[in-house]
């Protein structure tokens, strides 16, 4: 950069996996800032030694206090300082929110810098419709709570995104199968990596593969929006059936109204017959 930093926070994104893809521009603020705010110093320190430089580490994870967050606000009122994340676009299911809000709100500067960011490459990736997407975060890990969730966002007419852990993606896999019959789902892995996987199919057909092929890492898991199946290619009985066994004829035709986008007056019929 042609001038010197000034004072304020910074949010700078770094890469998800490959190394490569840091911006000229957030490398030029990370050797400039008087101090690096990060979740990990032993994984923002091996991205600094990469780069070939080393700045001042502070750690600001989740478990940050007000004192760790007030001596970082005093610190950017008369000086630069970045804050960044392990990897990725910083507060995005990231410490750093009340951070940014205190920091507006004292009036102090804050500049955000573009980069990379798991949710966008994955939708980018998984050839689901992204004329309109809703980022969730990450699902909850209780099965009640996470069925919840997934039946609060059944109607949304977008694509919606959640970050996984390899652990949890067959009961992720499972709880969409369950509240979301019949919806495409698409499953990110290694992004930007060398053995980087996006791959689409039912929750049964992911949960298939997955069993003989155990992922690793983090995931960015995408569920298609409502309807976007073609009505021909959906066994509407069958899954009509597979709701009937533990459900009432107006559950059942509810359940899979919200997943295929079909007229649940028409379901409910169709189920009633059915039982």
Known sequence: MEHTLSPGLYIVATPIGNLGDITRRAV?????????????????????????????????????????????????????????????????????????????????????????????????????????FLFAGFLPNKAKAREDVLDELSRVPATLIFYETAPRLEAALGAIAAVLPGREVAVGRELTKKFEECRTGT??????????????????????????????????????????ATSKASQAAARVARATGLDRKELYARALALK
């Open 28 to 132: 030029e603020v990370l050797q400039q800032v008087e101090a690096v705010a990060c979740e990990d110093t032993r994984v923002t320190g091996k991205l600094l030694h990469h780069l070939g430089f080393k700045t001042r580490l502070m750690r600001y994870d989740d478990h940050a206090g007000e004192g760790d967050r007030e001596r970082l606000l005093a610190l950017m009122a008369e000086h630069p300082v970045a804050l960044v994340s392990d990897a990725g676009t910083p507060l995005i299911s990231d410490p750093g929110y009340r951070l940014v809000r205190e920091a507006r709100a004292r009036g102090i500067a804050v500049t955000s810098l573009p980069g990379p960011n798991a949710a966008v490459v994955g939708l980018t990736l998984s050839g689901l419709p992204n004329d309109r």
């Open 203 to 244: 929750p049964e057909d992911l949960i298939a593969h997955f069993t003989l092929h155990p992922p690793k890492g983090e995931i960015v898991l995408m569920i298609a929006p409502p309807g976007e199946t073609p009505v021909d290619a959906i066994d509407v009985e069958a899954l009509l059936r597979a709701e009937l």
